[in-house]
């Protein structure tokens, strides 16, 4: 089985120690966790966990039903990148001086979508959002030719192409069932 990069997606209520719950399921299977996110979801009181890792579809298979079995966990799923629309964000400081030593500034920024947080004179933060090839290379081309003073990627944040969020669904089923019941 080949491996393949796969987001997981996790809903839960914000619990204190849940993520450390999460991880221990990667730890025992001796998975590496690419990347990670956790922010509010679309859903209020609901969070969202976005993870990447690779692995066969086998495993993520079992590692999602693993997480999805916890009691504090609503829902877990995973996809491949062509279901999601997926996107991380990169942040670049640089040398002032070295930067205006370039004389091709301002194609760097048109060819790379670059924002500029920061301009003082001592160094300039760029933000870079986009696919992590995209973020990558740009790292790389600024090494090469000025530098890099710091560098931060964020984890993948995501969205799936379905109409709406995957646990609405799941929620709306279950409101259903129990006004049937009531």
């Known amino acids: 089985m080949e491996n393949k990069l796969y987001t997981i ?38 969070h969202k966990f976005t993870i990447t890792l690779y692995a ?4 993520v298979r079992k590692v ?12 877990a799923y995973y996809n491949s990148d ?3 629309v997926f996107q991380e964000i990169a942040l670049y400081k640089i040398a002032t001086d070295k930067l205006l ?17 920061e301009m003082n004179e001592n160094f300039v933060v760029f933000e870079k959002t986009g696919h992590y090839s995209e973020t990558q290379q740009l790292f790389e081309e600024l090494s090469e030719s000025v530098g890099v003073l710091q560098f931060i990627r964020s984890g993948r944040v995501a969205i799936t192409r379905s109409k709406v969020e995957r646990l609405s ?10 006004e049937q019941e009531a």
């Open 64 to 75: 999602v039903q693993q997480i999805d079995k916890r009691v504090d966990i609503l829902k």
């Open 169 to 178: 669904d799941m929620l709306e089923n279950i409101q259903k069932k129990f």
């Open 9 to 46: 997606t996790i809903f839960s209520e914000n619990t204190v120690g849940l993520l450390g719950q999460i991880t221990i399921i990667f730890t025992r299977r001796a998975l590496n966790i690419e990347t990670l996110s956790v922010s509010p979801s679309a859903i209020s009181g609901i």
């Open 56 to 59: 066969a579809e086998e495993t």
């Open 101 to 117: 030593a370039l004389n091709t500034i301002e194609t760097l920024i048109r060819n790379h979508h670059i924002h500029i947080l």
């Open 82 to 84: 062509e279901e999601l």
